[in-house]
């Protein structure tokens, strides 16, 4: 399923953190981390990537390619398309809950009667299933970090910019699988439509053997 072309573009306008795979190894085999990792496809991308959403993606690069619109067309405009179908369906099906344990530790931090260390301060949040650090000093003020079960960072925190998100390797996996689809589909279609009107071209009349119409 490997396009070339695919992680350049898409890195400049989804969130796909990773900008070089080979071409040589299979897109179903092997997961593409910020790090360079090389890593087998999770149940939980394998099971997100179902047959109905790939004729999603698909039946929207055929629309898309009939408009010339590659993904959502690369504009200030609101997504509506591929990237909103695509994050629609991460958020459901690979993306960790983050609005608890951001909720949990945004209370520890606004909370005026706690003392913070200097250092990591620990924070075990939904009943241990994610962990929390919390540094506080007059550098750089309050920031976080929010870990899930497996130890892999999914949030963070600065004083300067709020809460933000920190793509997981899952995530990763399934915007990369996804962009990858659709590109094939959208490529495909194209070249479908440019064979189409090729053969609907009228024939140039230095291509035809000349006739005479003779009389006597």
């Known amino acids: 399923m490997a396009i ?17 795979r080979p071409t040589n190894r299979s897109a179903s085999k092997i997961s593409v ?24 993606i698909k039946a929207q690069a055929r629309a898309d390619a009939a408009k010339g619109r590659y993904m959502d067309g690369y504009d200030s405009k609101q997504r509506t398309g591929f990237t909103a179908m695509m994050n629609t369906q991460m958020k459901q099906y690979v993306s960790p809950d983050r609005a608890n344990p951001t909720s949990q530790v945004s209370a520890a ?34 920031t ?40 094939e589909a959208y490529r495909a279609t194209e070249a479908e439509i440019a064979a189409a009107k090729q053969t609907a071209a009228p024939a140039v009349s230095g291509d035809a053997p000349a006739s005479f119409d003779i009389k006597v």
């Open 4 to 20: 070339n072309g695919v992680l350049g573009a898409y890195n400049s306008y989804g969130s796909y953190r990773a900008t070089s």
């Open 33 to 56: 981390s910020e790090d360079g990792l090389y890593e087998p496809i999770s149940k939980k991308v394998s099971g997100a990537l179902s047959d109905e959403y790939v004729e999603q």
């Open 109 to 142: 931090i606004n909370d005026p009667k706690r003392v913070w260390h200097t250092g990591a301060n620990l924070l075990d949040l939904l009943d241990g299933l994610c962990t929390a650090k919390v540094f506080h000093g007059p550098m750089f003020g309050t």
């Open 144 to 183: 976080a970090e929010i870990y899930d079960g497996n130890g892999e960072m999914i949030a963070g925190y600065r004083d300067s910019c709020g809460w933000f998100d920190v793509p997981t390797k899952d995530e990763t996996r399934f915007q990369y699988e996804s962009a990858q689809i659709y590109c």
